[in-house]
């Protein structure tokens, strides 16, 4: 069964503490897969798309890298307006669904 | 701003009635993907419409309803409403099924 896993939960770290955020998924046939942030009562907001295993996508203090079987946003020297939820989706390759992650609550402490 | 229009914002009703959610795509776009968050849940796929045409079904209860019409905007239309469905209701839209989806800011539908 197609499935995505993100881990941590929630994760709280200070403020310019690096880590990472993970998604592991399982589907049969990946066409990509997203990364999207969401503030708390707003839409999610697309941050990265990754298509293959080895690619590598940066925004500001975000990069986000995706291998066969597992994607990961590592967060550099993050400040307290990251906190928010963010959620990882992968699209399958044969009817294009969406299947996503119950997201990792991030709290960047000042 | 992600281009995305939803109406409106906020909507209270009692249980048994029935709403209607509106979503306006972004320009351009043909693909508009409905969206269920209950409190501190994750997003559930309602439905997708592309180009008017309804592309793919996720847990949309029967009392649930969908179109797109010729102009691309969309409308979800909840009926004989319980408390249970209480949440936050989003659309999204995409060029076409294969590209990311950009969301709208959500409707919060309170049923009391």
């Known amino acids: 069964e197609d499935q995505v896993t993100q881990s941590p939960e929630a994760l709280r770290l200070q403020e310019g503490e690096s880590s990472s955020l993970n998604c592991s998924y399982t589907?049969?046939?990946?066409?990509?897969l997203f990364w999207y942030r969401q503030d708390p009562g707003k839409g999610p907001e697309f941050l990265f798309t990754?298509?293959?295993?080895?690619e590598e996508k940066e925004k500001e203090r975000l990069k986000a890298t995706l291998t066969k079987k597992e994607s990961f946003l590592h967060i550099t020297a993050p400040k307290p307006e990251d906190s928010a939820t963010y959620l990882c989706a992968v699209q399958r390759d044969s009817n294009y669904q969406l299947i996503w992650g119950a997201g990792t609550k991030l709290i960047i402490k000042p | 701003d992600s281009g995305v229009t939803q109406t409106p914002k906020h909507l209270i009703t009692a249980t048994g009635q029935r709403v209607t959610l509106r979503c306006s795509p972004r320009s351009g776009d043909l693909s508009v993907y409905w969206y269920q968050q209950s409190l501190d849940q994750g997003l559930q796929f309602l439905i997708q419409?592309?180009?008017?045409?309804?592309?793919a079904k996720g847990n949309i209860l029967e009392r649930f309803s969908a179109q797109q019409f010729p102009d691309l905007h969309s409308e979800l239309n909840l009926s004989s409403l319980e408390l249970g469905d209480s949440a936050l209701y989003f659309c999204?839209?995409?060029?076409?099924?294969?590209?990311?989806?950009?969301f709208g800011q959500g409707t919060r539908l309170t049923v009391v």
């Open positions: 589907v049969s046939g990946l066409r990509g």
């Open positions: 990754l298509y293959s295993a080895g």
């Open positions: 419409y592309y180009n008017g045409e309804e592309r």
């Open positions: 999204a839209s995409s060029p076409g099924g294969r590209a990311e989806a950009f």
